[in-house]
């Protein structure tokens, strides 16, 4: 009896030690539930709840020159109409103004008006004349008989100047403007005069408009402020302003 009660008491023992090290080695501890951690569900839902300014796009810069050559679907179809040969132009560089009508009664061009029209394109920068194309001459008549006789301004004539690709080089260019016309209604209408062979070019921000004979009809429009201020508009190199050209 004494050996069942020793060992019942050891068993009970032994149990109890059981028990208390379930508890303390097993059970689970309760504590306050944390609070979400940056990047769970709850935490990128949030976020996603705020609204984000997008970001700005940069601005594309205009390019400065944008120019094609013109289609024949879209060239004048019939023959370039007779202007009446009238001219009222007035040179803001010179301070000169000239009034002429480029033809004769027989209908040939008035070479004292062409020669007084010579003058008052010559190169501002050097001073020199070169004889212009006549048939320009008779693009801004048509052009002047349009506007109602409206004044027509030359800013630009004959260059003497190093790039010798330029129209205003070879003396059939002209920059222009018309008094109370604005500059994109001008080129419009100049376009229209074109039955092949003409560069019109509109220059929103130097204020005018370019105008030539050439021979093939090409279009542009140039955003720069001063219309090409470019080193090959200098006078050829080792020019002198005294030795003026015979032409």
């Known amino acids: ?14 149990v109890r030690w059981f028990i208390v090290l379930l508890v303390v080695g097993i059970a689970p501890r309760v504590e306050a539930d944390p609070p979400p951690p940056t ?4 935490g990128e839902q949030a976020e996603a709840e705020v609204p984000k300014t997008p970001p700005k796009k940069p601005k594309r810069k205009k390019p400065r020159f944008q120019g094609h050559p013109v289609s024949e679907s879209d060239l004048r179809r019939d023959a ?13 560089n010179w301070h000169e103004e000239v009034k002429v009508n480029i033809y004769k009664a027989d209908g040939s061009f008035n070479q004292d008006a062409l020669k007084s029209l010579n003058h008052l394109f010559r190169c501002r920068r050097t001073d020199t004349e070169k004889p212009m194309e ?6 801004l ?3 002047q008989d349009h506007f109602a006789g409206r004044r027509l301004q030359v800013i630009s004539g004959f260059r003497n100047q190093r790039k010798i690709t330029s129209m205003h080089f070879h003396a059939t260019a002209a920059d222009i403007r018309v008094d109370g016309i604005s500059e994109r209604k001008l ?17 929103p921000y130097a204020h005018f408009v370019h105008v ?32 003026r050209p015979e032409s």
């Open 141 to 143: 008549s048509s052009i």
């Open 39 to 42: 990047g769970t569900v709850e």
């Open 187 to 203: 080129r419009d209408f100049a376009a229209t005069l074109d039955a092949g062979g003409m560069g019109i070019g509109l220059y």
């Open 80 to 92: 370039f109409p007779r202007p009446s040969g009238d001219l009222q132009i007035y040179s803001p």
């Open 212 to 243: 030539d004979v050439r021979p093939d009809s090409y279009r542009w429009i140039d955003y720069s402020r001063d219309g090409d201020g470019s080193s090959g508009r200098l006078p050829p190199r080792g020019f002198k302003k005294k030795s």
């Open 134 to 139: 006549p048939h320009l001459f008779e693009i």
């Open 1 to 14: 009896m004494l050996t069942v009660s020793f060992r019942c008491a050891y068993l009970q023992k032994s």
